[in-house]
Structure formats: structure tokens, C-alpha cells
């Protein structure tokens, strides 16, 4: 069946550089969109979302690009901390699945001092 | 501002014996709520959502079980656990279609 997937499972990156973390999805009738952090042992914690008619949207230091001709998702991080290591997850749904969330494996992000 | 509650944190339990799992959610009226597990370094899979009370959807065939017996309170269920049970169970919450806010957790060893 249809899925959302991440490119990588693991990034490491330096403190204060701009992280990047990519997200296949293979459901071309996804309409909306999330990036979830969750860190160990704790709930996933909504970072931003974007719906299908946007292709950019920025919130605090993260800035999500959906797009829909390739169907890829990226989260850019600007000025990765030491708090955003996490493992990140990207989560696709649509009107016609009910709007049930499919989560990808998730990326592991390592913010090295 | 609305919050989730989870409990209990952390439970072990034998196998063959029963599940209490609860959920409920503060602040809002009327929420969809779900039921998640997510084993170790894996993503979440769906396993009951509920658009109302009495009103639960199962996602996939398992030793669960899900019951809404109030607006806002959730409960996962199960008469007799399995060793592939354990796991880390999440419940969540959405008051329109798509954003979901997700609970603390519960992990569930079986042994």
C-alpha cells in the first residue's frame, strides 16, 4: 500500500549549522502534511504543518517544503541546538483516507557540541 | 489550553494476563481521539480512532481493544496480553482533520 517514508534514518549535525531532513510520500491524494519531534521516551510533539495548496511555510527556526510533483517534504532546521536532537517524523493524510495519520519510520537527529 | 493525560507511565505485565490503558484529554469538547503503538525505532501505527463516544474504528486485527466510555476518556484494552503486545502505546487527540497532539505515552512490557 501507499506509505510515507524518510530518505535517511540517521543525520548528524554540527551545532549551529542548518539541518535538512527529507520525507518521500507515494499517496498523490495526501492533502495535508506534519513534522512530529519526539524525543526518547516521550510523545511525538507537533512542529509544523503545510497543506497540499502551499509549497512553503515557515514557523520558528523550521521551515517545512512540500513538493507535490516529485511528492517530497523536507524540514529545514536553521541554527541547529543541542535540545533538537530528537528523532523527527513526517506524516501524510487525506480527505479520502478520513484523515488518518501514516507516519514514516522517522530520522534520528544527532546535534554534535 | 488543552492537555492529554496518560496512565500509567511505565507497566509490566505477564503474559495471558488483562490491559488497562488510559487516556483522557483536557480543555476541549468533543475530540477525535487514537490509539498508537510504535516499537522500538519504528514509526507509529494506528490501531482504534473514535470520532465519538460508543463510536471506535479498529485499524488492524489484534489482541486489543478500545472503548470511549466518556467524551474525553479513551481506554485500551485487553483480556489476555502476548509477548508481541509490548511496546510503546500513545494515545492523541484532533479537534478538525489532521493536526494530532500526542500524550506522554505508556510503555507496556510483556514478560
Not at chain 2, 24 to 32: I, L
Not at chain 2, 43 to 59: A, K, N
Not at chain 2, 78 to 88: A, E, N, P, T, Y
Request: glycine share 8%; proline share 4%.
Amino acid at each position: 500500500g501507499e506509505s510515507v517514508g524518510l530518505h535517511l534514518p540517521t543525520l548528524s549535525v554540527q551545532e549551529g549549522d542548518n539541518s535538512i531532513i527529507n520525507c518521500a510520500y507515494s499517496n498523490s491524494a495526501s492533502d495535508y502534511f506534519i513534522w512530529y519531534k519526539q524525543e526518547s521516551g516521550k510523545g511525538p510533539q507537533f512542529i509544523i504543518d503545510i497543506r497540499s495548496n502551499m509549497d512553503k511555510r515557515q514557523g520558528q527556526r523550521v521551515t517545512v517544503l512540500l513538493n507535490k510533483t516529485v511528492k517530497h517534504l523536507s524540514l529545514q532546521i536553521a541554527a541547529t541546538q543541542p535540545g533538537d536532537s530528537a528523532v523527527y517524523f513526517c506524516a501524510e493524510t487525506s480527505s479520502s483516507n478520513d484523515y488518518k495519520l501514516s507516519f514514516g519510520a522517522g530520522t534520528t537527529v544527532t546535534v554534535r557540541a | 489550553s488543552q492537555t492529554i493525560h496518560q496512565w500509567p507511565a511505565t507497566l509490566v505485565q505477564p503474559v495471558g494476563s488483562p490491559l488497562s490503558l488510559e487516556c483522557t484529554v483536557e480543555g476541549t469538547s468533543n475530540p477525535n481521539l487514537y490509539w498508537y503503538r510504535q516499537a522500538a525505532g519504528r514509526g507509529l501505527q494506528l490501531l482504534f480512532y473514535s470520532v465519538g463516544i460508543g463510536q471506535i474504528s479498529s485499524e488492524v486485527p489484534q489482541n486489543l481493544s478500545a472503548s470511549r466510555p466518556q467524551d474525553r476518556q479513551f481506554i485500551l484494552s485487553s483480556k489476555k496480553l502476548l509477548l508481541s503486545d509490548s511496546g510503546f502505546y500513545l494515545c492523541a487527540w484532533s479537534v478538525f482533520e489532521g493536526q494530532q497532539y500526542f500524550g506522554p505515552g505508556t510503555r507496556l512490557t510483556v514478560t
